[in-house]
Each structure stands twice: as C-alpha cells, then as structure tokens.
C-alpha cells in the first residue's frame, strides 16, 4: 500500500540557518509531489510541486525539493530562515492509483525559527 | 491562485445537534471537492471525496450516516456532522481541484467543531 512518511515532527532553527525536511513514500508506481505549508491560524499552502521533468523543483519564498526517484524522497529545502517561515509543512503525493487530485498527508513537520 | 471559502470557521453545539458546513469554490467550478478531519498536532485524513450530482465517496472507517456530504452545484459541498458527540470535536477542512487530473488543490480555512 502507499504511504508518505516525514521523519521530522519537530525542527527549531535560528534564523539564517539552512534548512531541510525529509519526505519519503512508498509506492511502485507514477507519482506526483506536493510540499504545502500551514501559517498560524491560516489555510494550507502550495509551497511547491513536481510533475515531471527537472528534479528540482523551486517554489514560493525561496523553498526548493529535490526528487530522487531512486531514493523515494522529495525532500524540502531552504538556504536560508526566516522568522516568517514558521509554520507547519506537509508533504503530500498524489498517488496514481487513486482519485486524480486525491492526495496523501504526511504527518506534518512543524518548523519553528527563532528571531 | 483560486479561492476555496468555509463556513463557519467556528461552531460550538450540543451533543445530539447536526452541524452543517459549507465549502465554496469562489472563482472556479469543482467537480470534486475533498474532505479532511485534522486532529491536533496531526496530519490531514481524507474523510471523503464529494462529487457534483452524485454520491460522495467515504474513506474507510468513515461513517456516511454520520458524515453526510451534498454536492449539489459546481461551487458548493456541505458536510453535515449528523448526532454530533464530543469525540466529533476536530478541524474540518475542505479542498477543491484546479486545472488539470494533477492539478493543484485549494484549500479552505478550516471550520473548528466543538461539540460539548
């Protein structure tokens, strides 16, 4: 069966400091990513996405991801943090096997940047 | 990027009461609108799949006499949370699809249940 799986439940940073999130799934077959991100007290977010192509991927406010097919992995990066990136993220593939816009969330990681 | 709105944000009622919420599309048409309940500090589970003029699709484990989903335009879904009890309290979140079989989805903002 498919299933996504963020390692961190927790990351506190200072800000300035580089940033990366691990997501890895489990599915044989045609796959599409999604990172989104949850602000305080605001509605989910498309951070950034991967159809095909270019394995890396660049987003809004400076995130990246990186998909390594042979790793499973669709990892979330940022070279830079700011106070402002504290939020919580998910990441979130489409697996083919389901309903096209069907997606499924990880566990979430919540980032938390000290000023 | 599309506008997906909820309604209410917030609703507290009594154990036994039904509570609707609404889900619109603002500035697109869905054919598919998504369900999600979020614990805290828990990810989102997919409770169902709405589709306009016909019935929703429930995840298993969800149970549709308690959880009734309407879909009755291109623009709105109404969940209804039937005999609501305390262990229905939770964060309600709705989505719709964009363009496209892979297309982004938006989300609305959440309606907060609190049944006492």
């Known amino acids: ?115 | 990027g599309a506008v997906v709105s909820q309604h209410p944000s917030r609703v507290i009622c009594k154990s036994g009461t039904s509570v609707k919420i609404e889900c619109r599309s603002l500035d697109f048409q869905a054919t598919t609108m998504f369900w999600y309940r979020q614990f805290p500090k828990q990810s989102l589970m997919l409770m169902a799949t709405s589709n306009e003029g016909s019935k929703a699709t429930y995840e298993q484990g969800v149970e549709k006499d308690k959880f009734l989903i309407n879909h009755a335009s291109l623009t709105l879904s109404t969940l209804t949370v039937t005999s609501a009890h305390p262990e229905d309290s939770s964060f309600y979140i709705c989505s719709a699809g964009g363009t496209g079989n892979t297309g982004e989805l938006f989300f609305g903002e959440g309606s907060r249940l609190t049944v006492l």
């Open chain 1, 1 to 115: 069966a498919q299933s996504v799986s963020q390692h961190n439940h927790h990351v506190i940073l200072s800000e300035a400091a580089s940033l990366e999130l691990g997501c890895n799934y489990s599915y044989g077959g045609t796959v599409n990513l999604f990172w989104y991100v949850q602000y305080p007290g605001q509605h989910l977010q498309l951070l950034l996405k991967y159809f095909s192509g270019d394995p890396l991927v660049k987003g809004i406010k400076g995130f990246e991801a990186e998909f390594i097919k042979s790793k499973f992995s669709f990892n979330l990066r940022k070279p830079s943090v700011q106070w402002s990136d504290t939020a919580e993220y998910f990441c979130a593939p489409n697996f083919h096997s389901g309903s096209a816009r069907q997606l499924t969330f990880g566990s979430g990681t919540q980032l938390t940047v000290l000023p």
